[in-house]
Every structure is written in structure tokens, then in C-alpha cells.
């Protein structure tokens, strides 16, 4: 059975006014009449220079977007962003809560679930390799060479120590 890809997150609105929905042309127009209007009002090199930016202005709120908002929704959020008080405040902590303080009691409950998860995963790593119920043990007893180490699980494991000498 063929699959084909359906198209999602379209978003059309009607077009009422040739290509243009009613809010682009109402961007484009409103832009426009600014501009007719400062025809009368300033002298021609001014006019030109406040037709262009009121154009290019009314161009970018009917058409221009942003991470796929509209530029309206954008300029709105940024109005709100600057008139809204925003209130930021930092508290000092106590000096046992610091990095350099005594450990508190959640500090000592959350080791000791970590403790308890490494020692865990050691435990499922032994079932799975088959080393937690092999026959043979290697246990060696310490020799001149070997040394006795507990790893971060608290297994006892004899280790062969190398001495590098010149």
C-alpha cells in the first residue's frame, strides 16, 4: 500500500483582496495614505524619505515573519516586554547550603542513592557477563606485587601493581 506524506501546520487564511488578505492590505493601505498625506505636509526630499520607511514598514507588518509569527505579534510582545515591570532578586544563601559549607541531610540522602544506583549497576553488569555466578573464583592472595583495592561498589579486588624504576 503506498504512503503519502500529508501536509500539516498549513496555515491559509482567505484571500479578499487579490493576493492580499484583508489585513496585508490594510497594513499596505494604511502605510500608503501616511504617505499621500505627508505629501502635503512636507517638502519633496522629505517626503520621498518618509514614503520609503513608512512603505517598507508597512510591507514588513503585512508580510514578514519571524520563527513563523507574524512581525504584529512580535512587535507586540517586544511593547509588552519593555512596558512590564519585571523584579529581580537575589538572596543570599545560607553558608551550609554553599559549596564550601557542612553537607545537609538531603545532600547525604541524595550520595547515598548514587552510592546505591553504581552498586546496582555493577550487580546487573556481573549477571549479564556471567562473572557474578562463574564456578571458578580468581582470588589471588597478595603477593609481593599485587595490592588490595575497594572499588567505588565496595568490591575487594587484587590489583597488580607496576613499579616503574630507572
Not at 508580510?63 to 515591570?85: A, E
Not at 548514587?114 to 562473572?131: D, N, R, S
Amino acid at each position: 500500500m503506498a504512503t503519502f506524506q500529508v501536509p500539516q501546520f498549513i496555515e491559509q487564511k482567505p484571500k479578499i483582496i487579490g493576493p492580499l488578505t484583508l489585513r496585508q492590505f490594510a497594513f499596505i493601505a494604511s502605510a500608503s495614505f501616511l504617505s499621500f498625506l505627508s505629501y502635503y505636509v512636507f517638502d519633496f526630499f522629505l517626503w520621498a524619505v518618509t514614503s520609503v520607511i513608512l512603505e517598507l514598514a508597512g510591507i514588513l507588518l503585512a508580510f514578514g515573519k519571524i520563527n513563523g509569527q507574524d512581525s504584529v505579534s512580535i512587535l507586540k510582545s517586544f511593547f509588552f516586554f519593555l512596558i512590564n515591570t519585571r523584579v529581580y532578586v537575589w538572596s543570599r544563601g545560607s553558608p551550609d547550603n554553599g559549596a564550601g559549607g557542612n553537607d545537609s541531610g538531603g545532600m547525604r540522602h541524595i550520595r547515598s542513592l548514587a552510592g546505591i544506583q553504581e552498586k546496582l549497576q555493577a550487580i546487573t553488569l556481573g549477571v549479564t557477563t556471567g562473572k557474578l555466578f562463574s564456578t571458578k573464583r580468581s582470588v589471588k592472595s597478595g603477593g609481593q606485587n599485587t595490592q588490595l583495592a575497594t572499588m567505588q561498589t565496595g568490591e575487594k579486588v587484587f590489583l597488580k601493581r607496576m613499579d616503574y624504576k630507572e
